[in-house]
Nanobody
């Protein structure tokens, strides 16, 4: 139904910034709320940020609030994650996903994951 491709990850020093993109294919992108999750080695995939279908409502994990910004451009079928003031603990593979359930911050509410993009923050 929808395919997602993340990009924009890389290696950055503490305090630096990265902008992740999630490009979606499909005919009904604007019908889906979207979210970003991340997974560090040995850890479970955790919620980072979410955005409503129209891009008006956003949600953030406490660990990234004030540093990360999620946005979307439905005309371009793309969701973004602007990451500022990066810390070593932000190091993880970042995934975007389509929310198909009701719990905005729950992994179980999302499906159609992308392949992920690696973010590494050096200390």
């Amino acid at each position: 139904q929808v395919q997602l491709v993340e990009s924009g990850g890389g290696l950055v020093q503490t305090g630096g910034s990265l902008r992740l993109s999630c490009a979606a294919s499909g005919r009904t992108f604007s019908s889906y709320a979207m979210g970003w999750f991340r997974q560090a080695p040995g850890k479970e995939r955790e919620f980072v940020a979410a955005i409503s279908r129209g891009g008006i409502t956003t949600y953030y994990a406490d660990s990234v609030k004030g540093r990360f910004t999620i946005s979307r451009d439905n005309a371009k079928n793309t969701v973004y994650l602007q990451m500022n003031s990066l810390k070593p603990e932000d190091t993880a593979v970042y995934y975007c996903g389509v929310r198909t359930g009701l719990a905005t911050m729950s992994r179980q509410a999302y499906d159609y994951w992308g392949q992920g993009t690696q973010v590494t923050v050096s200390s």
